[in-house]
């Protein structure tokens, strides 16, 4: 099937094939037809499938034809969870609707001035994308008419599920008119999308592409053992130095964390810089344009950018921490392999995340083999390495283990180094000189010179 073939408005078609586009992705060859055809549909396919070009494309042939409803309020509304994804959806929706005489695209996200928001809605808009906080604060002040809403479109709903949006998702639904098309969007669909689909949608058609483990399958997941703080450092230093790495994404668990690995790795001479939530806007869109247009080799960041990052020259994805929700890690790794492309996921693991590990598996239904790069062998492997030195035994030595009680006080046992303490004070300097005072609990013993760069909670 070509996109000539689904009945797009000629100057929509235009612009995909100066898009360099011929034949449409599974889920836009399914989607396109039943929503040109106006019914409501909940659709799950991989991330990097074309999603945003699904329901953006048959939302500008609807704008191809001239509304009755005399307003300058949105014809379109697109809810998003995060501002990255949201940037992505607005600059889709220009791109494609380049042709089409005044189509107005507005952006209302957390983070931009609320008189240049104003401003943008004091004038008529065609497609509005949105986040819901702030959409629900314009609402509120009476800044918005939806009086000719045809179509809302709920884009990777079972994030703002899991981000606690949905109950502010149903209130912007409540406002908008009962005669609109709605459309659920997701990577996974699963018994609470369901719940929220019931009572947003009616008779939703439903399109599911791909299984969790079939979405995978163009990406090599390698797992690597490790020992402490220090350990990670030095495995990621090793692997950014791979010529074949074009550009990463590397995972942390919390803000903190992605600022102070990205100036460690920027000292050590990487090109690294930090994406989080706590950023202004103005610093997260530089960043993320600066990734795209190839300036940048190694984005650090949060769960903020597990979704909603389309950047073809990723080839690897690093998981410097695991991330705490098994969904989170094929959207986390789905930052590569996009578009049919083949890419390298990476994840660190310590003896604490056994059980994180195996939800991970279970959930994408794929073991993670481990990996050994020599010289940087892990003092312990709960199981037998697949890559790396031949020879390894499959245990190195008895584990260190951790048993921690209400009040934070630990028992350690099999301490093989004996030099271990339970609770440790130390203070952390980084390359530049400077010291931080930071207490923290070492699972796996002493590891000898303090570590640069140190876990915040």
């Known amino acids: 099937m070509s996109f000539e073939n689904l009945n797009l408005h000629p100057l929509i078609l235009k612009a995909v094939i100066d898009s360099g586009y011929t034949t449409p992705t599974p889920v836009q060859a399914q989607a396109i037809p039943e929503l040109i055809a106006g019914h409501d549909i909940m659709a799950s396919a991989q991330t990097g499938t074309g999603k945003t070009a699904a329901f953006m494309l048959p939302a500008l042939h609807r704008l191809a034809t001239p509304s009755k409803v005399h307003s300058r309020g949105p014809r379109v509304l697109v809810l998003t969870p995060t501002r990255e994804l949201a940037l992505q959806v607005s600059e889709a929706a220009a791109k494609y609707g380049k042709h089409l005489p005044r189509v107005r695209v507005v952006s209302i996200l957390g983070g931009m001035p609320y008189p240049l928001q104003n401003k943008l809605l004091s ?28 179509m809302l479109v709920l884009d990777e709903a079972d994030r703002m599920l899991d981000m606690g949006f949905i109950d502010d998702v149903e209130r912007i639904a409540a406002a908008t008119p009962a005669t609109r098309q709605t459309l659920l969007f997701s990577a996974t669909l699963d018994g ?35 020992d402490d703080i220090s350990h990670k450092n030095r495995l990621l230093d090793h692997l950014l130095r791979d010529i074949t790495l074009k550009q990463a994404i590397v995972f942390t668990a919390t803000k903190r964390d992605a600022d102070m690995l990205a100036d460690n790795l920027s000292a050590q001479g990487h090109e690294a810089a930090a994406l989080h939530g706590d950023m202004n806007q103005r610093d997260r869109t530089r960043t993320l344009t600066k990734l795209r247009h ?144 930071n207490t923290r609990s070492q699972p796996f013993g002493n590891s000898g010179a303090p570590s640069p760069y140190f876990r915040s909670k």
């Open 123 to 150: 004038q008529p808009v065609d497609i509005l994308v949105a986040t819901p906080g702030r959409l629900i604060d314009h609402i509120q002040r009476g800044r918005i008419d939806f009086s000719r809403l045809e």
């Open 192 to 226: 609470a999308i369901d719940k929220v689909a019931a009572r947003l949608l009616k008779s939703p058609k439903r399109i599911q592409i791909a299984t969790q483990q079939a979405r995978l399958d163009n990406i090599e997941q390698r797992l690597h053992y490790v």
């Open 294 to 437: 190839g300036g940048l080799r190694v984005l650090v960041a949060t769960d903020v950018a597990a979704r909603g990052i389309d950047v073809s020259g990723i080839t690897h994805v690093i998981n410097f921490d695991l991330p705490k929700f098994a969904e989170d890690y094929v959207h986390r790794i789905g930052r590569t392999g996009r578009a049919g492309a083949s890419g390298i996921a990476v994840s660190f693991a310590s003896g604490k995340d056994g059980v994180n590990l195996k939800k991970i598996e279970r959930f994408t239904g794929q073991r993670i083999d481990s990996h050994v790069i020599p010289g940087l062998e892990p003092r312990f492997k709960p199981r037998p390495a697949t890559g790396g030195a031949r020879g390894t035994p499959s245990v190195a030595h008895k584990r260190n283990r951790t048993w921690a009680n209400d009040n934070g006080q630990g028992t350690n046992t099999n301490n093989t180094n004996g030099n271990w303490n339970n609770s440790r004070s130390r203070s952390f300097s980084d390359n530049r000189g400077n010291t931080a005072g």
